[in-house]
């Protein structure tokens, strides 16, 4: 039923405006207030904090199905919930869960993770934001880049060293995660009247006016890039923000367990994410070819055709369990960080793959912005290095595989 909803939703509602997005790169505040709507941004949260009471299964089908149309939209969803909404419910205090976890499972507000920084992006532990006591509370200091949400979201679950490192530590610094507010940039008439002030949800899209922004926490510039054009990407600026107590997230010192664990959720969101973008473009591949013709017959009747196809969508399907599994492993409480990362590197690469041959079989037409295959194929590339790159996933598997076999032995 949620995949029919969202299939529909994303066809109807979604597709007729993407190809636009994508030209102006203008983020979508109009779809995005029907997907609050929808509930779209609390799938996996109880209701009590403004969730539909779902799981982290839904989540990944709604992020899926969503990519088959529109990866911009789909990562507007998923790194909402999993990086931002997800750390605050597992590790939040009640208090904490009430007054930010409500408003981003709502729609009322979007948020995001403050964690890759202009000198540290795999090296997530060589951060340089920090954070010192001032009196009960924090004064937040530093920069981040690559955020999604950074301009249009108001909540952030942010990062930053709270204890220098040192022989002591092991070299390592202390690291804390924080909750911080701002305001949100570029909301429109469309996008903040689009959902009924009462809605169905309660909610008005992108904007709580109870959150009160934190000063001296500003959105930086806006980042071009090659796709997911209508996905706000921005640096995050913090000059001398003054964090209460009451909004440090976990314990002092201990938030990079938080982070790798958060990480962790990313990425299967974001394998989510790619096996609907490789669907996506397997499904317009299939289309094209059925109806393209070449020497007297269909595209899809060569035999050599009908091979790429069906190598493609074996490798698909076998991404799309992994996904499901390592997601599964996660909602039950159990051990999924090599199953995490092999689920995204296998979605990542397999949508790459997918997008290109999508594009290789549509001829000249895949080059040309008449057909959506080619923002597929941009938009897939970004899976290959977000929550943790090819090669970095290569390293967490074959950690985890020698460290369960020194466990054993």
């Known amino acids: 039923m949620l995949r029919d909803m969202v299939r529909d939703f994303a066809e109807n509602e979604v597709a007729p ?27 996996p949260f109880e209701e009590k904090y403004g969730g539909v009471g ?78 010192v006591r001032d009196g009960a509370g924090w004064r937040l200091n530093g920069a981040k880049t690559w955020i999604t949400h950074g301009g249009v979201g108001e909540v952030f679950c942010v990062a930053a060293i709270t204890t220098p490192a040192s022989p002591q530590r092991g070299d390592s610094p202390g690291i804390s995660c924080f909750i911080v507010t701002k305001e949100t940039c570029g909301l429109t008439d469309e996008g903040h009247l689009g959902l009924a002030e009462t809605g169905p949800r309660g909610a008005r899209f992108g904007h709580d006016p109870d959150l009160a922004p934190m000063p001296g926490f500003t959105a930086g510039r806006k980042l071009r890039k090659l796709g997911w054009n209508a996905s706000d990407t921005r640096e995050l600026v913090f000059d001398n923000v003054e964090v209460p107590p009451e909004n440090l997230l976990g314990e002092v010192d201990l938030g990079f367990p938080l982070v790798l664990d958060t990480l962790d959720g990313g990425r299967i969101g974001i394998a989510a994410h790619a096996v609907g973008v490789a669907q996506g473009a397997m499904d317009k591949a299939c289309e094209y070819t059925g109806e393209r013709e070449q020497f007297g017959k269909r595209v899809n009747q060569f035999q050599g055709v009908r091979f790429m196809l069906a190598d493609m969508e074996t490798r698909i399907h076998a991404a799309r369990l992994m996904t499901y599994h390592a997601a599964r492993l996660r909602m039950d409480g159990k051990p999924h960080k090599k199953e995490a990362a092999m689920a995204k590197l296998a979605a990542s690469e397999t949508a790459v793959d997918a997008a290109d041959l999508a594009v290789q079989l549509h001829g000249g037409y895949g080059y040309s912005r008449e057909y959506p295959v080619e923002r597929m194929l941009r938009d897939a590339k970004i899976t290959e290095i977000g929550e943790g790159t090819s090669e970095i996933l290569k390293i967490v598997i074959a950690r985890e595989m020698m460290g369960r076999v020194d466990t054993v032995t």
């Open 54 to 131: 779902l799981d982290l299964l839904s989540l990944v089908i709604a992020v899926e199905e969503l990519a088959r149309v529109d990866a911009s939209h789909s990562i507007m969803i998923g790194a909402h919930t999993s990086l931002a909404a997800s750390p605050i419910y597992k590790w939040g205090t009640e208090g904490q869960r009430e007054t930010f976890l409500t408003p981003l499972a709502s729609g009322r507000a979007l948020g995001g993770l403050g964690l890759t920084e202009p000198g540290s992006g795999s090296d997530a532990a060589g951060m340089q934001t920090t954070a």
């Open 17 to 43: 405006v993407a190809a636009g997005h994508d030209e102006t790169e203008e983020f979508p505040w109009a779809t995005g207030a029907q997907m609050a709507e929808l509930g779209l941004f609390g799938i």
